[in-house]
């Protein structure tokens, strides 16, 4: 299947800094890619829509100040979580679909687990 | 927008036995269904998925089933093994319609499956 890869799996950071976190996908484009939090033992949670070369769209709840989107191109979306606090630690997942396959099935990434200390 | 509704969120059976997990949506419009096996910390795969044209489909031991009328679909593991204990997750289109752009995914809140030898 579509190859969705993420970056990085794991990072520990202090709490004020930002983090940046990449979604490719590496062997189709994907004019659009989702952005999911999930937290321990709950649901994945939408957080935003990234659209290639224009402004995300996010979920109700979500700021979109502190959870920055950038989609340049159309294999690439970063989400940079800008002053980073505690409760901002979670499992961050992308995801994406390859609009040339029949079958519309996201392919995820595998998850950044962010630790905010 | 799409509300998703997943019953049980935990389910214990024997290996051999049959799993039963049932979701129910709230948007008529929704086209797509997919269910997702998630293991600890690693992203979500899909198991299986249906589109509203069809009542039921069928993959070896893992079938869904689809009630547009009543707007609930569920998901069937027969002779279950242990190598199926996970978390799994439904999910609907969040704008009802799933295609290409458009595949921003609502979740289930999931159901933990246990099998025991």
């Known amino acids: 299947g579509a190859v969705v890869s993420q970056h990085p799996s794991r990072v520990i950071c202090k709490s004020g800094t930002s983090v940046k976190i990449e979604c490719r996908s590496l062997?189709?484009?994907?004019?659009?890619m989702f952005w999911y939090r999930q937290f321990p033992k709950q649901s994945l949670m939408l957080m935003a829509t990234?659209?290639?070369?224009?402004?995300?769209?996010?979920e109700q709840g979500v700021e979109k100040d502190k959870f920055l989107i950038n989609h340049a191109s159309l294999t690439l979306s970063t989400l940079t979580v800008t002053s980073a606090h505690p409760e901002d630690s979670s499992f961050y997942i992308c995801?994406?679909?390859?609009?040339?396959?029949?079958?519309?099935?996201?392919?995820f990434g595998q998850g950044t687990r962010l630790t905010v200390v | 927008g799409e509300n998703v509704e997943q019953h049980p969120s935990t389910l214990s059976v024997q290996e051999g036995d049959s799993a039963v997990i049932k979701c129910t949506y709230s948007?008529?419009?929704?086209?797509?269904f997919p269910w997702y096996k998630q293991e600890l910390g690693k992203r979500p795969q899909l198991i299986i998925d249906?589109?509203?044209?069809?009542g039921e489909k069928k993959d070896q031991r893992i079938a869904v089933t689809l009630n547009k009328t009543a707007k609930h679909f569920s998901l069937h593991i027969t002779e279950t093994q242990p190598e199926d204990s996970a978390v799994y997750f439904c999910?609907?289109?969040?704008?009802?319609?799933?295609?290409?752009?458009?595949?921003?995914?609502?979740f289930g809140k999931g159901t933990k499956l246990s099998v025991k030898p």
């Open positions: 995801s994406a679909t390859d609009l040339d396959r029949s079958n519309t099935e996201a392919f």
């Open positions: 062997d189709f484009q994907a004019t659009t």
């Open positions: 990234s659209n290639e070369g224009s402004k995300a769209t996010y």
């Open positions: 948007d008529s419009a929704s086209n797509y």
């Open positions: 249906i589109r509203s044209n069809v």
């Open positions: 999910a609907a289109p969040l704008g009802g319609n799933y295609g290409g752009s458009q595949g921003n995914l609502i």
